[in-house]
């Protein structure tokens, strides 16, 4: 079976009463595993109240004071966006994420990244996800409270697809290897330069996004990063011939 494991991922969630909706939320659709960053507030009182049912869930709640700590280890990441912009990563409806891009990456370690209530995600925190996903609202109001548009996304997740979640078998061997790949990608990608650190983010994000897709083998790897010291090689011959 082509299994996906889900976390969600609260980026500095601000009330107590929205961590603990989004673990009731949660539990309902048959998730578990949360992951909160930097939270503003904490995970007794209030958010155990609001949680009822789910307190196992705040329990086993991962706390990290950054987000790239969050993501450690999932080999998909998409982040929650109702904002557009030219320096902004273009979302994709929700339902058509579900459908017709996820099933390309099964099986996945998935990750997706709620922002704080008052502005949602950052750019560069963006820049940290494969893609971009926003949810189709009404034309009256379009602000979806932060444990609404988690429940929303669970739904949408275990409707798709309600066993898939359960199984885990992610291979650590291919997930290891498409690091490899990413982090030769990377060095190559500064060592001539690329325009900017957000461009290289970008880029990265749009790499993994492609890349993650494939089925590239062992061997497949080692050729591409044969490729990237090749032209290393090159470049820096050419940079001593012309001094």
Do not use: W
Request: hydrophobic letters at 45%; one cysteine or more; a neutral charge.
């Amino acid at each position: 079976m082509r299994a996906l494991d889900v976390t969600i991922v609260l980026h500095k969630p601000a009330r107590a009463a929205n961590i603990g909706a989004t673990a009731r939320a949660m539990k309902v659709m048959g998730f578990t595993r949360l992951a909160l960053v930097a939270p503003g507030a904490p995970l007794e009182g209030e958010a155990m109240a609001v949680a009822h049912g789910a307190h196992d869930v705040l329990e086993q709640a991962v706390v990290v004071d950054d987000l790239e700590s969050a993501l450690r280890g999932s080999t998909l990441v998409v982040g929650t966006t109702a904002r557009q912009g030219k320096d902004r990563m273009t979302p994709i409806k929700l339902r058509r994420f579900v459908t017709d891009v996820l099933p390309a990456y099964l099986p996945a370690q998935l990750a997706v990244v709620f922002g704080c209530e008052e502005s949602g995600l950052a750019n560069d925190d963006l820049d940290r996800c494969q893609f971009a996903i926003e949810i189709p609202t009404g034309p009256l109001f379009h602000s979806l409270n932060l444990a609404q548009a988690v429940m929303v996304v669970c739904y949408e997740l275990f409707s798709s697809a309600p066993a898939q979640h359960v199984a885990p078998v992610v291979s650590d061997a291919r997930r290891q290897r498409m690091e490899t790949l990413y982090r030769g990608l990377e060095t190559f990608l500064t060592e001539v330069e690329y325009p900017n650190r957000t461009s290289l983010a970008r880029a990265m994000a749009d790499a993994r996004r492609v890349l993650d897709a494939t089925h590239m083998t062992e061997r497949d790897v080692n050729t591409v990063l044969g490729l990237f010291r090749h032209m290393r090689f090159l470049l820096r011959k050419g940079d001593a011939e012309r001094e």
